[in-house]
């Protein structure tokens, strides 16, 4: 197998030595689950394979990582109760599209929220594509990668609420009132630009 000069370098960065990185080479080379494995091990929170049964069925081969750390149970529970028991209620209808995505033989990526084993609720940013047949070209086998996102979707709930009462307060400021992006775009101009300056508040937005 031959590697970009961009995927070698990923290689080599995670690699602590030259025998590591000898040793990457190596599986990545064996399969294409083999290389899906090591690479997405260095880049998410864990992995996972199901094998797709002849009644269409999925059932659990392994799963790799930090998963009992973030979920709170084991491959066990898991493959037991099914996704949909710990998935959110309000999100079920994602899981059950990704299913019969993966069932026509297309890959998907989304992000949906799980109820943990002590009852957290955690945001997971998920990755899975479907392995088919060569001769059949079925669906025989799902490999997937997850991430635990829900610092992220924290920080992003309590920035859109604090733009929104910054917001409220500047619609009623007499003050001129700006956001603007890291690159000094205008992101948001409040209503008194426009009897302050004489411009109007969109006409500025988008603009340096």
């Known amino acids: 197998m031959q590697f970009t ?10 690699a602590k030595d030259e025998q590591s990185y000898q040793t990457l080479l190596e599986m990545l080379g064996q399969s294409q689950e083999a290389r899906y494995r090591v690479l997405t091990e260095m880049m998410t929170d864990y992995t996972y394979a199901y094998k797709v049964l002849p009644n269409g069925q999925y059932e659990l081969e392994w799963i790799e990582g930090a998963f ?3 979920t709170g149970y084991t491959p066990e529970e898991w493959e037991a109760g099914g996704l949909s028991s710990f998935v959110h209620p309000d999100d079920t209808h994602f ?3 990704h299913l019969q995505f993966l069932a026509a033989g297309h890959a998907y990526e989304d992000e949906y929220r799980i109820i943990t084993k002590d009852g957290q609720v955690r945001w997971i940013h998920d990755y899975a594509k479907p392995v088919l047949d060569p001769d059949t070209r079925e669906v025989t086998r799902v490999i997937g990668a997850s991430r635990d996102i829900t610092r992220q979707k924290v920080a992003e709930a ?7 009462r910054l917001r409220l307060l500047a619609d009623y400021s007499s003050d001129i009132i700006t956001i603007q992006s890291p690159e000094g775009y205008f992101e948001y101009l409040s209503p008194s630009v426009h009897h302050v300056a004489g411009f109007a508040p969109h006409d500025l937005l988008g603009k340096q």
């Open 95 to 97: 899981t059950e599209h």
């Open 5 to 14: 000069d961009s995927q070698l370098a990923l290689i080599r960065e995670c």
């Open 158 to 164: 309590f920035h859109q609420e604090a733009q929104k």
């Open 68 to 70: 009992s750390q973030i």
